[in-house]
């Protein structure tokens, strides 16, 4: 089992930039999918990106492509966030998410991922 706690969120103008992270609890950390999800008000949560057990291999919504990129240091437990040139429609609240599958395929649906954090809210204001 692991446990997850988000950071890193908060209010920035649109344009700006932050970095959120995820601390993994637990010796295991490596052997998760993670992925990153979010939640805006009255909406699904959803598929934001996602990056495989080694970190050579990350995966984004179109939304974010090119704007945010994932990353992880299995040393240390933790995945990361970097969101850049955030819009108004960025705001959420942002959750990180671990997948305990034997498979090396990142998905995106967020049913198939075991393990939550409690999720860190990220506000852009334009």
């Known amino acids: 089992q692991v446990q997850l706690v988000e950071s890193g969120g908060g209010l920035v103008q649109a344009g700006g930039s932050l970095r959120l992270s995820c601390a993994a609890s637990g010796r295991t950390f490596s052997n998760y999918l993670m992925g990153w999800f979010r939640q805006a008000p009255g909406k699904e949560r959803e598929f934001v990106a996602g990056i495989s057990r080694s970190g050579g291999s990350t995966y984004y919504a179109d939304s974010v492509k090119g704007r945010f990129f994932i990353s992880r240091d299995n040393g240390k437990n933790t995945v990361y966030l970097q969101m850049n040139s955030l819009k108004p429609e960025d705001t959420a609240v942002y959750y990180c998410?671990?997948?305990?599958?034997?498979?090396?395929?990142?998905?995106?649906?967020?049913?198939?991922?075991?393990?939550w954090g409690q999720g860190t809210q990220v506000t852009v204001s334009s």
């Open positions: 998410a671990a997948d305990r599958t034997l498979s090396p395929v990142v998905r995106r649906t967020s049913a198939a991922y075991d393990y």
